[in-house]
């Protein structure tokens, strides 16, 4: 099957503590995102890799951190910078192929901090 | 500023009926329109994607685009209860190959 996994898909975060997300594409897109979703609000975009090494902040960069090793995988790191993690993270993939830029979603990580 | 700009709802609509989504965008320049449904608690989906003037159709959706008065819709024919959800409405920055500005969403409710 192909798809985006992300993992956990819960997580709690204590006071100070840094925690890593996880995304995984298996569809061979270049692009990867990753978006920060709260309640009732637009999705708004925390980093964006095009290719392999190379990111790009967002809208929303502060207190985060990314790589980008592998073509499939893009973990992101909320950092103890980040003084209001807790919301929905989801991650994204494009082709940027065509240039319609369609992205498809993982199912998203929940954070939470204690 | 980019925008885009949704009504939040929730919108309530009988079932069967046809549910009309409305969007409005600030850059004139945009050229690619997304819609994605979002269920409570999930991420979002791709419903369709538009880039020229008129309607676009697959099933019971149609998602109509007006560039010169800068808003996107989204009809739902034959709504159904598991159509109820947030539909999120998004854009491509003119210029850019990876960047799309989201509206906040409306929650569509379908009411049996």
Same mark, same amino acid.
């Given at each position: 099957?192909?798809?985006?996994?992300?993992?956990?898909?819960? =997580?709690?975060?204590?006071?100070?503590?840094? #925690?890593?997300? @996880?995304?995984?594409?298996n569809?061979?897109?270049?692009?990867?995102?990753?978006? *920060?979703?709260?309640?009732?609000?637009?999705?708004?975009?925390i980093?964006y890799?095009?290719? #392999?090494?190379? +990111?790009?902040k967002?809208?929303?960069a502060?207190?985060?951190s #990314?790589? *980008?090793?592998?073509k499939?995988? +893009?973990?992101?790191?909320v950092?103890? !910078?980040?003084?209001n993690?807790t919301? +929905?993270?989801?991650c994204?993939?494009?082709?940027? $192929?065509?240039g319609?830029?369609?992205?498809f979603f /993982?199912?998203?990580?929940?954070?939470? #901090?204690? | &500023?980019k925008?885009?700009?949704?009504?939040?709802?929730?919108?309530s $609509?009988?079932?069967g009926?046809?549910a009309? %989504?409305?969007?409005?965008? @600030?850059?004139?320049?945009s050229?690619?329109? +997304?819609?994605?449904?979002?269920y409570s /608690?999930?991420s979002?989906?791709?419903?369709m994607f538009?880039?020229s003037n008129?309607?676009?159709?697959?099933? *019971?959706?149609?998602?109509? %685009?007006?560039?010169?008065? &800068?808003? $996107?819709? =989204?009809l739902?024919?034959?709504? &159904?209860?598991?159509?109820? !959800?947030?539909?999120?409405?998004?854009v491509k !920055?003119? /210029?850019?190959?990876? &960047? =799309?500005?989201w509206g906040a969403?409306t929650?569509?409710?379908?009411?049996?």
């Amino acid at each position: 099957d192909g798809g985006i996994t992300q993992s956990p898909k819960y =997580l709690f975060r204590k006071e100070g503590q840094n #925690v890593t997300l @996880s995304c995984e594409q298996n569809l061979n897109h270049d692009a990867m995102y990753w978006y *920060r979703q709260d309640p009732g609000q637009g999705l708004r975009l925390i980093y964006y890799s095009q290719i #392999v090494n190379d +990111f790009q902040k967002g809208d929303i960069a502060e207190g985060y951190s #990314v790589s *980008r090793e592998k073509k499939e995988s +893009f973990p992101l790191t909320v950092t103890s !910078a980040q003084k209001n993690p807790t919301a +929905f993270y989801l991650c994204a993939s494009s082709s940027l $192929v065509g240039g319609y830029n369609e992205q498809f979603f /993982g199912p998203g990580t929940r954070l939470t #901090v204690l | &500023q980019k925008e885009v700009e949704q009504n939040s709802g929730p919108l309530s $609509v009988p079932e069967g009926a046809i549910a009309s %989504l409305n969007c409005t965008y @600030s850059d004139r320049g945009s050229q690619s329109f +997304f819609w994605y449904r979002q269920y409570s /608690g999930k991420s979002p989906e791709l419903i369709m994607f538009i880039y020229s003037n008129g309607d676009k159709e697959d099933g *019971r959706f149609t998602a109509q %685009l007006n560039k010169a008065s &800068q808003y $996107v819709s =989204l009809l739902i024919r034959d709504s &159904q209860p598991s159509d109820s !959800a947030t539909y999120l409405c998004a854009v491509k !920055a003119p /210029g850019s190959n990876y &960047q =799309l500005i989201w509206g906040a969403g409306t929650k569509l409710i379908i009411k049996p």
